[in-house]
């Protein structure tokens, strides 16, 4: 297999050197039929282009999916087991490279090493967890009504995937989507966001160079409507799982709706914790400010709304803001650094637009609202953390998701009153409470409208062996992770074997 060509380097214009990357197609690189490239650029410092990749289209998709399709014929009756290994080699090679990817994945969208690191770990956590499944796959075998009948339901690959991604968890949500694919038995064809292809295709080399054969995997680089939209479109991928914006994923769901496609939609969130009086206020206080400036507030799972009950509402406020103005915002290659930029110049100014929304709307900022255009820092899409109090619920930037460092404080009364607060909005993906009563906590286990709750801790940390996605605007009911996936990437096909010589008609044979 061709894997040179994606880590020679080539000389730009005679000085600089950047990797250019084709898109990787049976197994091949090659070249987008539009003759068209992008730049992925560093927004730490935007003079820097980290590689350069193809702009694809419409026939780069068609060519991805019938290479998919003709692997798939082969690649389904490859034991589970025996495609399951590959997996597994593929997680032992992320572990030698763990460090080269981290750093590749900083340079091209900012987050922080110690979070990028953890973001290659996410992938390394899941082929582990998909290559055992390879030796489960469980389906029921069940008793018959009837006599010498038998009966089963095993699992069957679907075909060729279709997969969209974003750029926040560039090599975890590809892993998220690819690893039990190829376990299940299909062919795969991913585009990664423009802002982060770079960390896509370190997986998928990964996967190439444990022994995952041609055309089982195929990566497009390109814009969503160019390179997204004909994936979801043809008629040939039989599976779609995106993941990125409510706004987004309503148009790939009713496209893939037309064809009844299955579609996973993994969407936006505006994630509450919820501080009652008698809560570790230390532990909320630091475990708020990892959930809303961790990633620079661009998870969808960040902590964007904190919810504080009104007996500890102004300490909480005192202590939260004093720490927020000393997170260290910098290049995400500096270890000291806390929190990296915003990932492009446009999430930069939604932020900016969100703060002056909020102040019209007449929250009060108390830290924070300003870009970073200091020194170095100038070169980069820099933003203070910001942190609005005495936020109304109903205002727009406690509805609206705005994926960036900016957090709004809502006083509540009780518990009763939090979730209230907290359900209100058009969202349902993450949630979590901090307090020392366990009757409280498990209350609010059972009433958060969330997809996830968790409990003296921030509304991200997501293990990839449980089941991964929310409720309400952020999907449609399916589920990535864990055995959701397998759910997702899979079709049961239910078996009988009569073995009585005779005819035996359910439900009306009943031997009475
Ligand atoms: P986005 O703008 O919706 O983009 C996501 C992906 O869709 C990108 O690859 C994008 O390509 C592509 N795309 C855009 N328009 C398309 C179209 N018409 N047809 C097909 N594909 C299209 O989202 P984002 O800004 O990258 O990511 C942030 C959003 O993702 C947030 O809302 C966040 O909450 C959500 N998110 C959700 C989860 C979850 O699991 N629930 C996880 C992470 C992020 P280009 O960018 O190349 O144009
Ligand atoms: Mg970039």
């Given at each position: 297999?061709?894997?040179?060509?994606?880590?020679?380097?080539?000389?730009?214009?005679?000085?600089?050197?950047?990797?250019?990357?084709?898109?990787?197609?049976?197994?091949?690189?090659?070249?987008?039929?539009?003759?068209?490239?992008?730049?992925?650029?560093?927004?730490?410092?935007?003079?820097?282009?980290?590689?350069?990749?193809?702009?694809?289209?419409?026939?780069?998709?068609?060519?991805?999916?019938?290479?998919?399709?003709?692997?798939?014929?082969?690649?389904?009756?490859?034991?589970?087991?025996?495609?399951?290994?590959?997996?597994?080699?593929?997680?032992?090679?992320?572990?030698?490279?763990?460090?080269?990817?981290?750093?590749?994945?900083?340079r091209e969208m900012g987050k922080v090493l110690k979070e990028t690191r953890g973001d290659v770990q996410e992938a390394i956590d899941a082929a582990y967890y998909n290559a055992g499944e390879g030796r489960r796959l469980f389906g029921p075998t069940v008793p018959s009504e009837l006599p010498n009948k038998f009966a089963m339901a095993v699992r069957q690959p679907i075909g060729v995937c279709g997969m969209i991604t974003p750029w926040n968890f560039p090599m975890a949500i590809s892993s998220w989507k690819l690893l039990p694919a190829i376990v299940c038995g299909n062919a795969c064809v991913i585009k990664p966001a423009q802002d982060t292809p770079l960390s896509t295709f370190n997986l998928v080399q990964a996967l190439t160079d444990a022994g995952v054969p041609r055309g089982v995997i195929n990566v497009i680089a390109g814009y969503g409507p160019e390179a997204g939209a004909p994936l979801t479109e043809h008629p040939s991928v039989r599976a779609v799982s995106f993941t990125g914006s409510s706004a987004v994923g309503r148009t790939i769901g009713t496209t893939a709706a037309k064809s009844f496609k299955p579609c996973s939609l993994e969407l936006g969130g505006k994630n509450p914790m919820i501080v009652l009086d008698d809560a570790n206020l230390d532990l909320a206080v630091e475990g708020g400010l990892w959930g809303a400036f961790g990633t620079t507030g661009q998870r969808c799972t960040a902590t964007s709304r904190i919810i504080v009950q009104k007996g500890v509402y102004h300490k909480f406020v005192d202590h939260f803001v004093a720490r927020a103005k000393k997170i260290r915002v910098g290049n995400g290659l500096d270890e000291t650094v806390e929190m990296g930029p915003a990932v492009n110049e446009k999430q930069l100014t939604t932020d900016l637009n969100y703060i002056e929304i909020g102040k019209n709307e007449g929250a009060k900022l108390i830290t924070?609202?300003?870009?970073?255009?200091?020194?170095?820092?100038?070169?980069?899409?820099?933003?203070?953390?910001?942190?609005?109090?005495?936020?109304?619920?109903?205002?727009?930037?406690?509805?609206?998701?705005?994926?960036?460092?900016?957090?709004?404080?809502?006083?509540?009364?009780?518990?009763?009153?939090?979730?209230?607060?907290?359900?209100?909005?058009?969202?349902?993906?993450?949630?979590?409470?901090?307090?020392?009563?366990?009757?409280?906590?498990?209350?609010?286990?059972?009433?958060?409208?969330?997809?996830?709750?968790?409990?003296?801790?921030?509304?991200?940390?997501?293990?990839?062996?449980?089941?991964?996605?929310?409720?309400?605007?952020?999907?449609?009911?399916?589920?990535?992770?864990?055995?959701?996936?397998?759910?997702?990437?899979?079709?049961?096909?239910?078996?009988?074997?009569?073995?009585?010589?005779?005819?035996?008609?359910?439900q009306i044979d009943r031997g009475e």
């Open positions: 297999m061709a894997t040179d060509t994606m880590t020679k380097p080539v000389i730009d214009g005679g000085t600089t050197k950047t990797r250019v990357f084709k898109n990787f197609i049976d197994g091949e690189w090659v070249e987008s039929n539009s003759g068209e490239t992008f730049e992925d650029r560093n927004p730490a410092d935007t003079r820097e282009v980290v590689a350069i990749f193809q702009r694809s289209n419409k026939a780069d998709v068609d060519g991805a999916v019938d290479a998919a399709r003709r692997a798939f014929a082969k690649w389904r009756l490859v034991p589970a087991p025996r495609r399951a290994e590959m997996v597994f080699r593929a997680a032992e090679i992320l572990i030698e490279r763990k460090e080269e990817h981290a750093r590749d994945m900083t924070g609202g300003n870009r970073l255009d200091q020194g170095e820092l100038q070169h980069g899409w820099f933003l203070e953390p910001t942190v609005f109090i005495d936020v109304d619920p109903k205002m727009r930037i406690a509805q609206e998701e705005i994926f960036g460092p900016v957090v709004a404080i809502i006083p509540c009364e009780d518990l009763e009153d939090a979730i209230a607060i907290a359900n209100n909005i058009e969202y349902g993906l993450s949630s979590s409470l901090y307090t020392k009563d366990v009757n409280k906590a498990f209350a609010a286990v059972r009433d958060l409208e969330a997809g996830i709750t968790y409990i003296n801790a921030p509304t991200i940390g997501a293990e990839v062996h449980l089941p991964f996605g929310g409720t309400k605007a952020t999907g449609n009911g399916h589920r990535e992770g864990g055995i959701g996936a397998v759910d997702f990437y899979t079709e049961w096909k239910s078996i009988y074997v009569d073995y009585s010589d005779t005819l035996q008609k359910a």
